[in-house]
Every structure is written in C-alpha cells, then in structure tokens.
C-alpha cells in the first residue's frame, strides 16, 4: 500500500523546485495523491477494509489543507499543480 522508493523519487523529481527540495508544498500535495490513487486501487479489491479507508480519510484531509494552504499562498503555483495532476476537471 505504500510507495515504493522508485516511485516516490519519481513523484519527487517531478514536482521539486529545486535539486535537493523534498518538503515543498507542491511534492507534498504530489506523495499525497500518488498514496491516495495507490489506495483507491486496494479498495477496489478490498471493500471491508474500513481501517485503511480511516487512514485514507486522513491523507485526503491532509492534502486539502496543504491545496488551501497553496491556493491563498501562491495561486499560480495551484492552477499549475491541480492541471499537472488532474485534480479538477
């Protein structure tokens, strides 16, 4: 359920601002959606895993916060993100 290290460094890379920035908002937002699709795939196998589906109330939550956060902050950075990871339609 968790990422791979391949697969977060990928996500990192990707969304980094610079060479050694791991904690920005914009990677933050971009682990946190990687985890969420991860675990939307284990419950279409899974349905009664009510545990997980906690855990993944909590990420979803979390990543709300960290968009608000990034949208009253700096709203150019946002629309960008949300367009790159296909948040909203």
Same mark, same amino acid.
């Given at each position: !359920?968790? &990422?791979?290290?391949?697969?977060? =460094? ?7 601002? +610079?060479? !050694?920035? +791991? ?6 937002? =971009? *682990? &946190? ?5 991860? *675990? +939307?795939?284990?419950?279409? !196998? ?9 855990? *993944?109330? =909590? &990420? ?9 956060? *990034? ?7 946002? +629309?960008?993100?949300?367009?790159? &990871?296909?948040?909203?339609?």
């Amino acid at each position: !359920m968790a &990422l791979f290290g391949y697969q977060k =460094a990928a996500v990192v890379k990707k969304f980094q601002r +610079t060479n !050694m920035d +791991t904690g920005s908002s914009e990677v933050q937002i =971009a *682990l &946190l959606t990687a985890r969420i699709k991860d *675990l +939307t795939s284990h419950f279409d !196998m899974h349905k009664k895993d009510h545990h997980s589906r906690y855990g *993944l109330v =909590a &990420l979803v939550n979390r990543r709300k916060k960290l968009l608000s956060y *990034l949208r009253n902050n700096e709203p150019d950075k946002y +629309t960008k993100l949300i367009a790159d &990871l296909g948040l909203r339609k």
